[in-house]
């Protein structure tokens, strides 16, 4: 089974700044970022048919990547081969909070997705306790990137 890929009832990209913006330019050697919002094939496609590399966002506006996405990180997690999931956390102390930031990215769904060279599904997750209050806070994010593995782990993802 295939996931991501828009149907053809899908509504048209509506944001045609981006697009026009990466037209007829050499991406090669480049990473273009963008938040869930501009996460769109036709982007994506456009992104790697002039050498570029994607890191996007994912989001409940792309609802299958969203729930694959979801799914392959699921606790407990679904089984993967060895080296097909890896993580990097780090913390830190600022701004009155202690953090601890992890990124997972897993290899599990590059042959299943149906999304332009994907090549990794990522996992962002941002546990913060407030120091004066004692309040714990917590937010995950998923992504995607075209870049390979061996070009960006999961230590160097998070500094992109």
Not at 21 to 41: E, K
Not at 75 to 102: F, I, N
């Amino acid at each position: 089974m295939c996931w991501g890929k828009p149907q053809s009832t899908a509504r048209p990209m509506r944001f045609t700044v981006a697009p026009q913006l990466l037209a007829g330019r050499d991406l090669t050697g480049t990473v273009t970022t963008m938040d869930a919002l501009l996460t769109q094939y036709a982007l994506d496609q456009q992104i790697r048919s002039q050498n570029g590399h994607y890191l996007m966002v994912i989001k409940k506006n792309q609802p299958t990547l969203y729930w694959a996405a979801e799914l392959v990180f699921r606790e407990p997690p679904v089984p993967v081969r060895a080296g097909e999931r890896l993580t990097s956390q780090t913390q830190g102390k600022d701004h009155g909070r202690l953090e601890t930031r992890s990124l997972a990215s897993t290899t599990a769904l590059s042959n299943y997705l149906r999304w332009p060279d994907v090549t990794q599904v990522l996992r962002r997750t941002c546990r913060r306790r407030n120091l004066r209050t004692g309040r714990l806070e917590s937010a995950v994010t998923y992504g995607l990137t075209s870049l390979l593995r061996d070009l960006a782990g999961p230590t160097q993802l998070k500094q992109i």
